[in-house]
């Protein structure tokens, strides 16, 4: 197959834009800036989606469905929220197409105009806020934590599959609390969600944060976010939890009474991940060969691919793989035998090599006679022999390996480029040199920021939780800080 | 609790739009024509969706994601099919706004005009085949077996919770073969896919047959459908099956090599069922107290109500009822112990007749006494006492027997409100004063079904798959007839 990849040192985003489309996750469809998201790559997706929406269970949350379409007069009441969002939006006016009186194709029948536009959601928190109006009336109603996964557009300039699409597909929680205190820990206890989330089923380590007030979410009051570093040494925000406060409740008229009888405005948090975890997925782990996925969120973990001569050859091989076929999925592993006699061992090695497949098993005819398979593993490239008998137990512990070795390695990726800035010099320096995160006093304010990002393209990734008291002075205008922030640049 | 639902006899549609409110299953939403879908009613659609996906993927499907957008020029390409579809839909024309310069809130960009309109898809075929030319090029990469999960906009003027909304949440297979046996096969094998999920599931028993052509999907040559029937006697189309032909192939230009390397277009089948499927659940078994659910469906299928007075009662309860709960679970039973001080028992005994939960498990002071438990089962409203070391036993009965029970009444139904009428007198009357389905012959023209649809408002179901040859003159035209096909009333 020809299949070759650019390689990462040449060209890193040309090698992920290749990988994505060669490697049969995703492409471009005829629509501008939406992508189709093909099997492969829709089956990792389902994978994250399972393990997400039980830890979300598991957490109380109960799913839900609000509608695609926002009223245009929603978007405008909370002030801050519009601005935004509000802006770069799909916006459907009409209602009805007819035959074109002068042509062949169809048009829009004028007649058929909306008297209020409707927007395509680019995030639900007017249309779910108007709709808890009606279902909160007292503390009993609360907390309501509710969750709901679908698509939603935002019409972006610049397109990249999964990093940066018009539509995507994503979950959005939406909970409402009646207290300030309650919905503060539900927003920090989604972020941390998220960070258990990537770090156990993505072998993705995370650097747990607030954003700054200019990198917040339009409409709250606190941003806590996880924040990855790609192997280009670019961050990556891979989810987002924001605190509320009560500004949704008060732009919706959103009142509820307490256990004394009197009325308060509720309180509220919003979190959501999206297909964008693709991205990060994908640009931590794999290499010039291919994709690399971590076996929890492998859709195939296990391939075996037959080398033979001959009908009778490969059924005395089938003999012998179609049991050990049974017994891996009886443990629970996902596992193809591929048989195909339209192509070539070699080449079925680089498909599944490109695919990312967590652990090979080959058998040949020299295996036949000493009673033994081939394994190879698809992080460390490795392969060696095993004994029929010792198979299982050698595809479960590499399994378990991997899926650890991809974590640690990507978190030794992160220590290695995470570096401390102590000049404006410095910072610069690093920011152009190495990438990765660079850890540096701020003064605190959106000026300094703004114009840090002017000059160097880097911003505040966040401010992490584990910051350590420290004074020392902003590294662009010396003003005093108290603890240092990460920059990068950033997807 | 206030919740008192009109009766089905008083007024059966009324009864329909309270339960689904009462029930906490949707509601109507500030946006014309579209629901929101409650967690109660989510989580049994959720149910529906794991046992439908399940499955698809072992009759070998895999599943994609296609834009929302459709280009309004795709929809013109299949001629059929745009007079079918293309008229009622939401249109995308700008793709920005801003403020309003005159006034306070946002307006529509004019500056942001699509160069040509977006359709939000009504269902996907055509987006789909103009990608699957580039997927398809040798017999090598058929078939394709593919589905979505998505939701779709349809621009209905009248609309009702689950059964007709403007947007609505669905499932859509789209298949591609290399010959006509293979589609056609397909399409059948999704439509008794289908038949085996309501009446599993769903305990809806379904009449199996094909579309007459007026009926039919715009594009299809041969639509295969599962006809449920309501307890007012009503119709309702569950699920459709279409084997499409060459149609969308020849429209899209859709080609494939095939074996001897010859150039000949693609077969195509699409399917689909959606949440109108909650509607089929709701009106074939709920009763004037409430929902009725099957117990393959329930998001709760035991409740277990202390009646108890004081804190020490209600401690010396739960002593018995949390291990009880444990068990049940480890069952794989769905249980809730609904301990609320807030609310007495006889409150909550409505409540949870009224979601329909099939079992229901009452303990008070004497049953804590004789150690038993009292066990009530939604479908015959029964009520009786169980020992404690018989409770898990009996509730495993139950909820299988009720399960089996819906099932047997619906067709009990459906067998009793199933009648011949051998001439259009005899037709009308029954159709006026029974509803339910009528066997009767049809001269197989579009024109009769027309008229007979003008004067009685009832169409042609479907030609059932297990039609018996029997000579016969159509109930209308006089004209001959080899077979007797099934009319009513339709939502």
């Known amino acids: 197959m020809s299949k070759k990849l650019t390689k990462r040192a040449e060209d890193y985003s040309k090698w992920y834009n290749e990988l994505v489309v060669k490697a049969d996750l995703a492409e471009n469809s005829g629509v501008r800036g939406c992508m189709v998201i093909k099997p492969y790559g829709y089956a990792i997706w389902e994978k994250m989606q399972a393990a997400l929406d039980q830890m979300f269970k598991d957490t109380g949350h109960q799913n839900v469905y609000f509608p695609l379409f926002i009223p245009k007069s929603y978007l405008s009441k909370e ?13 459907v006016t009409h209602y009805r197409l007819k035959n074109d009186p002068d042509g062949e194709g169809i048009i829009v029948d004028e007649d058929a105009k909306l008297e209020e536009e409707l927007i395509v959601r680019p995030t639900s928190e007017t249309i779910i806020w108007d ?22 557009v935002r019409w972006e300039m610049r397109t990249r599959l999964f990093l940066r699409t018009a539509e995507f597909l994503w979950q959005e929680g939406h909970t409402a609390h009646a207290t300030r205190e309650e919905a503060y820990e539900e927003a920090e206890q989604m972020m941390r969600v998220y960070a258990e989330f990537a770090e156990k089923f993505m072998s993705v380590p995370v650097v747990r944060g607030l954003k700054s007030e200019s990198e917040r979410f339009a409409g709250a009051e606190e941003t806590f976010c996880i924040e ?99 017994e891996l999925k009886a443990q629970g592993i996902s596992v193809k035998f591929d048989d195909r006699d339209t192509f070539k061992p070699g080449y079925k090695f680089n498909e599944y090599e490109l695919k990312g497949v967590p652990v090979r098993i080959a058998i040949g005819a020299r295996d036949l006679e000493a009673g033994t398979f081939e394994l190879a593993r698809r992080d460390t490239l490795q392969k060696w022999t095993v004994n029929a008998d010792q198979v299982i137990e050698a595809v479960q512990t590499t399994l378990k ?23 404006y010099e410095e910072f610069k320096s690093l920011i152009e040199t190495h990438g990765g995160f660079v850890s540096a006093h701020w003064d605190g304010t959106t000026d300094t920021e703004d114009r840090i990002k002017e000059e160097t393209k880097a911003t505040i990734r966040c401010i992490p939780l584990n910051q350590k008291t420290e004074d020392g002075q902003c590294i662009y205008s010396g003003n005093p800080s108290k603890g240092r922030v990460l920059f990068a640049k950033a997807y």
Request: charged share 20%; net charge negative.
């Open 79 to 91: 002030a801050s929220h519009v601005e935004g969002f509000a802006k770069e939006c799909a916006v």
């Open 401 to 423: 390996e991997m899926q650890q070795n991809l974590f640690d390695q990507a978190l030794e990726f992160q220590t290695q480029n995470t570096r401390e800035a102590n000049s």
């Open 131 to 152: 709709t808890y109006r009606r279902w909160i009336q007292s503390y009993r109603d609360l907390p309501l934590l509710l969750n709901q996964w679908a698509n939603v």
């Open 228 to 326: 990855a570093l790609m192997q280009d040494g670019k961050a990556l925000q891979a989810g987002t939890s924001h605190f509320l406060g009560q500004n949704f409740a008060k732009a919706f008229d959103v009142k509820f009474a307490n256990k004394e009888g009197k009325q308060d405005y509720v309180w509220a948090t919003s979190w959501g991940v999206s297909t964008r975890l693709m991205g990060a997925l994908i640009m931590t782990h794999s290499d010039d060969n291919g994709l690399v996925l971590p076996p929890l969120l492998a859709p195939i973990q296990v391939v075996i691919v037959p080398i033979y001569k001959g009908e009778e050859q490969l059924a005395q091989i089938a003999e012998k793989v179609l049991p050990l076929k049974e």
